[in-house]
């Protein structure tokens, strides 16, 4: 079974969409790992370019996370490159090992548009944030950090939230200059039940 939150009336996916990402994603990485996969073709509605992120977490909480913030590339592909770069390249952790996976669960989360905000202060800026509603990328410079939407559940004030991006990004959580500039987007996603064991292929 799958979990789904978002806009089913703008996303212009069909009802199963979520159960062929999340499959896709799970059959990507098992195959990686040297697992039985059964790894189906990438439906048509899935060739556009998207932007996704993969999202996996484990008995102890977040194993990898990567993504991407534009859509370049075509959905399906996009989908399984992150997927594995969630897995095996997230410098956070170690290379997601064969023996832990029956116990990761799997998270797909589409990307909408990035939208410039405009402000002219810190305040501004936390006056217009949709807490639970936006993702939001800030950088300054060649600093860069972004926060899915999911990350308001840690973090549900604004305030805070912010100066969590700005510490991802790798500026002090008080840093403020006029050089700053803020994106936000919202996503649709889809993550697996928990479960206590799973099948390798998903």
Known sequence: MTMHDGDEKTSG??????KVLLNLARATIAE???LPAELAAVPDWAQPPGATFVTLTGPQGLRGCIGSL???RPLG???RANALAAAFEDPRFPPLGAEEWSQVRVEVSLLSSLQPMHFDSEESLLQQIQPHQD??????GVQRGTFLPQVWEELPQPREFLRA???KAGLP???WSANIEVYRYMVEKWREEPTA???SGG
């Open 135 to 140: 993702g939001l990328v800030l950088s300054h």
């Open 32 to 34: 990686a790992l040297g």
């Open 197 to 199: 064991e799973r099948k």
């Open 173 to 175: 959580a008080d840093f």
């Open 77 to 79: 592909v996009d989908l």
């Open 165 to 167: 991006l700005k510490h």
């Open 13 to 18: 996916f069909p009802p199963e969409a979520g």
């Open 70 to 72: 534009q859509a370049y």
